[in-house]
């Protein structure tokens, strides 16, 4: 009888570590780890990279396999800026993807360049979550923290170049950063920014193996370690994704996405025009505020976050990080249409309603910038932490009007970087193996008519509401004193 062969998927997220110990033949998951990460409270959102190498060690070693498996691989967050010094020590905390204060230098990038040029060149308009804003505002604001890096990393790519010593990254993740085309390196783009493209990690190829695991490191010396990718690269890689199979992903952001056979370049910017961790294409909208500013929402009526009440006309944009879509990175969160009969419960499902409402209008601009044709009767793959609650599944199927599948497999980012580990021992394709093991299986929730009306007060609320959330990401109204 052949050894078992055991991979290990790693889910480096903005607020914990997450592993998974994956059966190679058949997917069955045989141990799971988990570790926490501190956030930085204040006007910015920074993490610690230190914090994220001790996470996966714990995380991994809890699967009871770390010294065991055969390959494994590591999944990130998307956008985080890692500035490493010559001894590949941070020189300072990671700038995440929530974090808003670069929009002023992502404006000045869109301006520069213009926004359809933009799209042209790296596939989106980048916003302030791009790692590309946030380089430029460590020039601007930390020009001697800039000074000392000598290597710009993700933070998928920092783990992985920890585990095995290589600097190195993938097409998907890179695709994130402001800076990467199909053609490589945007060389003006760097220029303008002031990056020296040797700073920058090798993008490697779809299936390449981007190292062999360091002796002293978590996991078994000599084991293989595959490219490892961004993290909504590896849930599509986890749910085996084909083209044309859109996806709404609910946890501290909100994303949804199609794998495109196309490359998208939306010049209005509402669509990030990412690559896949294979060789296609992720068109992919994305919302800051999500779970968390609803859960908020719930302990601020008292409630618990399944205590939702339908009825009403209360309408909230409870954009508490600021937003990416819409764009508005000094927004803060908005209640209007707010009546003396409005109930706690009712107020609670407006903040469902508006965390939903940006993700579920792009969905068709997702799909036609991958080269699709919306299909309304094709059934949403509802995935991620809220995919579980009751109150998200109502709200998604009211404001869709369509079919909704929730797959029973959880930890799809794990579980895709686990399916890219385990091509390395196959030589299938990661979605291949992921098709294999039925990542997708789950229950089918019949559709409800489309509340339309609840769509267009939401819209008509932003659209009135906007001279009140442009404003700056300090806070600051503009012609205002200092």
Not at 85 to 90: I, K, V
Request: glycine content about 12%.
């Amino acid at each position: 009888m052949p050894a078992q062969r055991v991979v290990i998927g790693v889910d480096s997220s903005t607020q914990s570590t997450k592993a998974l110990a994956v059966d190679v033949e058949t997917g069955a998951v045989l141990g799971e780890g988990r570790a926490a990460h501190t956030v930085s409270a204040g006007p910015g959102r920074e993490g610690d990279p230190e914090q994220w190498w001790r996470a996966l060690g714990e995380a991994t070693a809890a699967t009871g396999w770390a010294d065991r498996a055969a390959a494994c691989s590591i999944a990130g967050q998307q956008h985080g800026l890692v500035t490493l010094d010559t001894a590949g020590r941070p020189v300072r905390p990671a700038l995440l993807w929530n974090d808003v204060r670069s929009a002023p230098q992502a404006a000045a990038l869109a301006a520069a360049f213009g926004p359809a040029e933009l799209a042209r060149r790296i596939g989106s308009v980048p916003t302030a979550a791009f790692t590309a804003a946030k380089w430029a505002w460590l020039r601007a604001r930390e020009p001697a923290a800039a000074d000392r890096a000598a290597a710009v990393r993700l933070p998928h790519d920092f783990l992985t170049e920890r585990l095995t010593g290589e600097a190195v990254t993938d097409r998907g993740d890179a695709s994130g950063t402001g800076w990467w085309g199909p053609d490589g390196y945007d060389r003006e783009v760097l220029a303008h920014i002031g990056l020296d493209s040797a700073l920058l990690p090798e993008v490697l190829a779809p299936g390449a193996r981007a190292g062999l695991v360091r002796a002293g490191t978590p996991l078994r010396e000599g084991a293989l370690v595959a490219t490892g990718t961004g993290d909504n690269m590896a849930a599509a890689l986890g749910l085996g994704l084909t083209p044309g199979r859109p996806v709404l992903s609910l946890g501290t952001s909100g994303t949804v996405y199609a794998v495109g056979r196309t490359r998208p370049a939306d010049p209005n910017g509402t669509v990030a025009g990412f690559a896949d961790a294979l060789g296609g294409w992720l068109p992919l909208a994305c919302t800051l505020n999500c779970t968390l500013a609803v859960d908020r929402f719930a302990a601020l009526t008292g409630r618990d976050r399944e205590d939702v009440e339908d009825g009403g006309t209360v309408v909230v944009l409870p954009y508490l990080d600021g937003e990416r879509t819409p764009d508005l990175p000094g927004a803060s969160g908005l209640v209007h249409g707010l009546r003396h009969d409005t109930t706690p419960g009712q107020l609670l499902q407006a903040a469902y309603d508006g965390a939903a409402h940006a993700l579920l209008t792009a969905l068709d601009d997702v799909l036609r910038a991958g080269g699709e044709d919306p299909a309304p009767d094709e059934p949403l793959l509802l995935i991620g932490g809220g995919a579980a609650g009751r109150a998200w599944r109502h709200t998604v199927l009211r404001l869709s009007g369509r079919p909704v599948q929730v797959p029973e497999a959880r930890e799809l980012v794990a579980l895709g970087a686990a399916a890219q580990a385990a091509a390395l021992l196959t030589g299938e394709p990661a979605d291949a193996v992921a098709r294999r093991w039925r990542t997708t299986e789950g229950r089918v929730l019949e559709p409800v008519p489309r509340d339309d009306d609840a769509l267009e007060r939401i819209t008509g609320t932003l659209r009135r509401a906007r001279a009140l959330q442009e404003v700056p990401p300090d806070g600051r109204q503009e012609g205002r004193g200092r």
